[in-house]
C-alpha cells in the first residue's frame, strides 16, 4: 500500500485509502458500518443514519428508527440504501416514526427498492415490532400502528413470533384499487397475449392472485412484470401465483410492486387467503408456503380481519453516511 494516503475512519483506526477513489467505500469495523473518503475522513456534510438490518423469511429489510435521529431521505437514497452492490442492500427500507393518531404508538413507513413509498408490508410490520422492543421504544406486547394503508395491530407472542393484524381486507374494486364494473370472485384479465382468470384484493396495498397447478414452473419472470403494470391497476399492482395443496396448505411465489420476486410477503400471503377462501378453496387457517419458510394465515371470512403470524430475525446494525 506504499504511496497510498491514509485516511482516518470515524472508529478511530486509519485505512489506507486508494487516492483516485473519488466514492465512499463501506465496511465493518467492530460490527457497525463506517465510511470513509480519500480526502479525509467522514463526509462532513452528509447524513450519517444508524441502521438494523432485519428479515421476514428472506424477505429482507433496513430498518430506521426515525424518532432519535434526524432522517430526511430522498428517493435517489432509498435506492441507494437498497442497493446490494452499493449500499446496504434490501427488499424495503422501514421507517420508525410516532404517530399523531391518539390510537397507534408509532407510524410505520415503507419504501421499496425503487424509492417509492407504498401503503403496507405484512413482513415488515413484523420486523418493525421485533425493532421498536428491541430498541426499547415500547415494552408493549400488543402495538398498534399506523401504516399508509391504514392502522394494524401487532402482537409480540412469547415465542418470538409475532403476530399482525392486518385488518379488514378490501374486496369492492374501486377500494384496491383496480378496474371493474362489479366485485367478483375472479376477474379475466387479457395480459401477455393471452387471458387469465385473478383474484383482485387490497390487504392496504393492491394484490392480484392467480391460481396455478405448480408454483415452481409458475411464469412469474414473464406474467409478473406484466400483471404489476397492468392498466387495470392505476397504482400497479403485488402479483402472487398460488398452488393450493390442500385445504389448509398453499404454497406462494409473489412478483412485488417496485420490488420484482422476494423470498416471502406477507401482504402476498394474506391476500392469496383471503382469494382461496373466497373461491372456497381454504379452511379458515392456512399455512402459507414461501421460498423463505412458512406463514401462518387466519381469515374468518367476510368483514373480519386477516391475521398472519410469523418469525422477525434481527441481522445486524450499522452505521451509514449517505
Sequence with gaps: MAGFPTTLCPFGDSAPIAASWQTRYTRIVGGAFAACKSSGGPYPDDMELVFSKMHGLGNDFVVIDAINQQVD????????????????????????????????????????????????????????????????????????????GGRIELLVREDGQVTVDMGVPRLEPDQIPFEAPVRAPRYALAVDGETIEIGAVSMGNPHAVLEV??????????????????ARFPMHVNVGFMEVVDR?????????????????????????????????????????????????VSWAGEHEPVLMTGPATFVFEGRIAI
Excluded at 121 to 137: E, H, I, K, M, P
Design 73 to 148: 431521505l430522498s428517493a435517489s437514497q432509498v435506492r441507494q440504501l437498497a442497493d446490494r452492490r452499493h449500499g446496504i442492500g434490501c427488499d424495503q427500507l422501514l421507517l420508525v416514526e410516532r404517530s399523531e393518531r391518539p390510537d397507534c404508538a408509532f407510524r410505520y413507513r415503507i419504501f421499496n427498492s425503487d424509492g417509492g413509498e407504498v401503503e403496507q408490508c405484512g413482513n415488515g410490520a413484523r420486523c418493525f415490532a421485533r425493532f421498536v422492543r428491541d430498541q426499547r421504544l415500547s415494552d408493549a406486547d400488543r402495538i398498534p400502528v399506523e401504516t399508509k
Design 213 to 230: 397447478p405448480h408454483v415452481e414452473s409458475a411464469p412469474v419472470a414473464r406474467l409478473g412484470p406484466a400483471i404489476e403494470a397492468h
Design 248 to 296: 389448509n396448505r398453499i404454497r406462494l411465489r409473489v412478483f412485488e410492486r417496485g420490488a420484482g420476486e422476494t423470498l416471502a410477503c406477507g401482504t402476498g400471503a394474506c391476500a392469496a387467503v383471503v382469494v382461496g377462501r373466497l373461491l372456497n378453496l381454504l379452511d379458515e387457517a392456512v399455512t402459507v408456503e414461501l421460498r423463505g419458510g412458512d406463514l401462518v
